[in-house]
C-alpha cells in the first residue's frame, strides 16, 4: 500500500515561513522523483514544486520562486516544502505527490500518487 502523509500546515500571517513534510511509506520513495501541488478554493489544482530522485534538480511554480524551497531526504523517505515570505494567495490545501519517474515533472497526470493534503491558511 502507497501511503503518502503531510503534515507542517497552519495558520500563519503575510510573511511568516511553514516547513511542509511529506513523509512517504516503504519503498514508494526510491527513484522517484517528489513533487508538490495546491489547491484553493473554486480553483483547480496547481504545481508547486519537484524535486528529481538525487535531489541535483528542481523545478517551481513562478508564482513561489525566491520563496519556496523543496528537499527531501531519502534516508527519511521524506521531502519537505520549506515557505517563506507566505502571502494570502499561497492559502490552499497542499498535497504531496510521487512522480512516474525519477525526472522532475510538473503537470498532474504525471505522478501517480498523492497524500491527503494539509491546509495551509495565510492571514493578511
Known amino acids: 500500500q502507497v501511503q503518502l502523509v503531510e503534515s507542517g500546515g497552519g495558520l500563519v500571517q503575510t510573511g511568516g515561513s511553514l516547513r511542509l513534510s511529506c513523509a512517504a511509506s516503504?519503498?514508494?520513495?526510491?527513484?522517484?522523483?517528489m513533487g508538490w501541488f495546491r489547491q484553493a478554493p473554486g480553483r483547480e489544482r496547481e504545481f508547486v514544486a519537484a524535486?528529481?530522485?538525487?535531489?541535483?534538480?528542481?523545478s517551481f511554480a513562478d508564482s513561489v520562486k525566491g520563496r519556496f524551497t523543496i528537499s527531501r531526504d531519502n534516508a527519511k523517505n521524506t521531502v519537505y516544502l520549506q515557505m517563506n515570505s507566505l502571502k494570502p494567495e499561497d492559502t490552499a490545501v497542499y498535497y504531496c505527490a510521487r512522480a512516474r519517474g525519477l525526472a522532475v515533472v510538473t503537470t498532474l497526470d504525471q505522478y501517480d500518487y498523492w497524500g491527503q493534503g494539509t491546509q495551509v491558511t495565510v492571514s493578511s
Open positions: 524535486i528529481m530522485w538525487g535531489g541535483l534538480r528542481t
Open positions: 516503504g519503498r514508494t520513495f526510491n527513484n522517484r522523483a
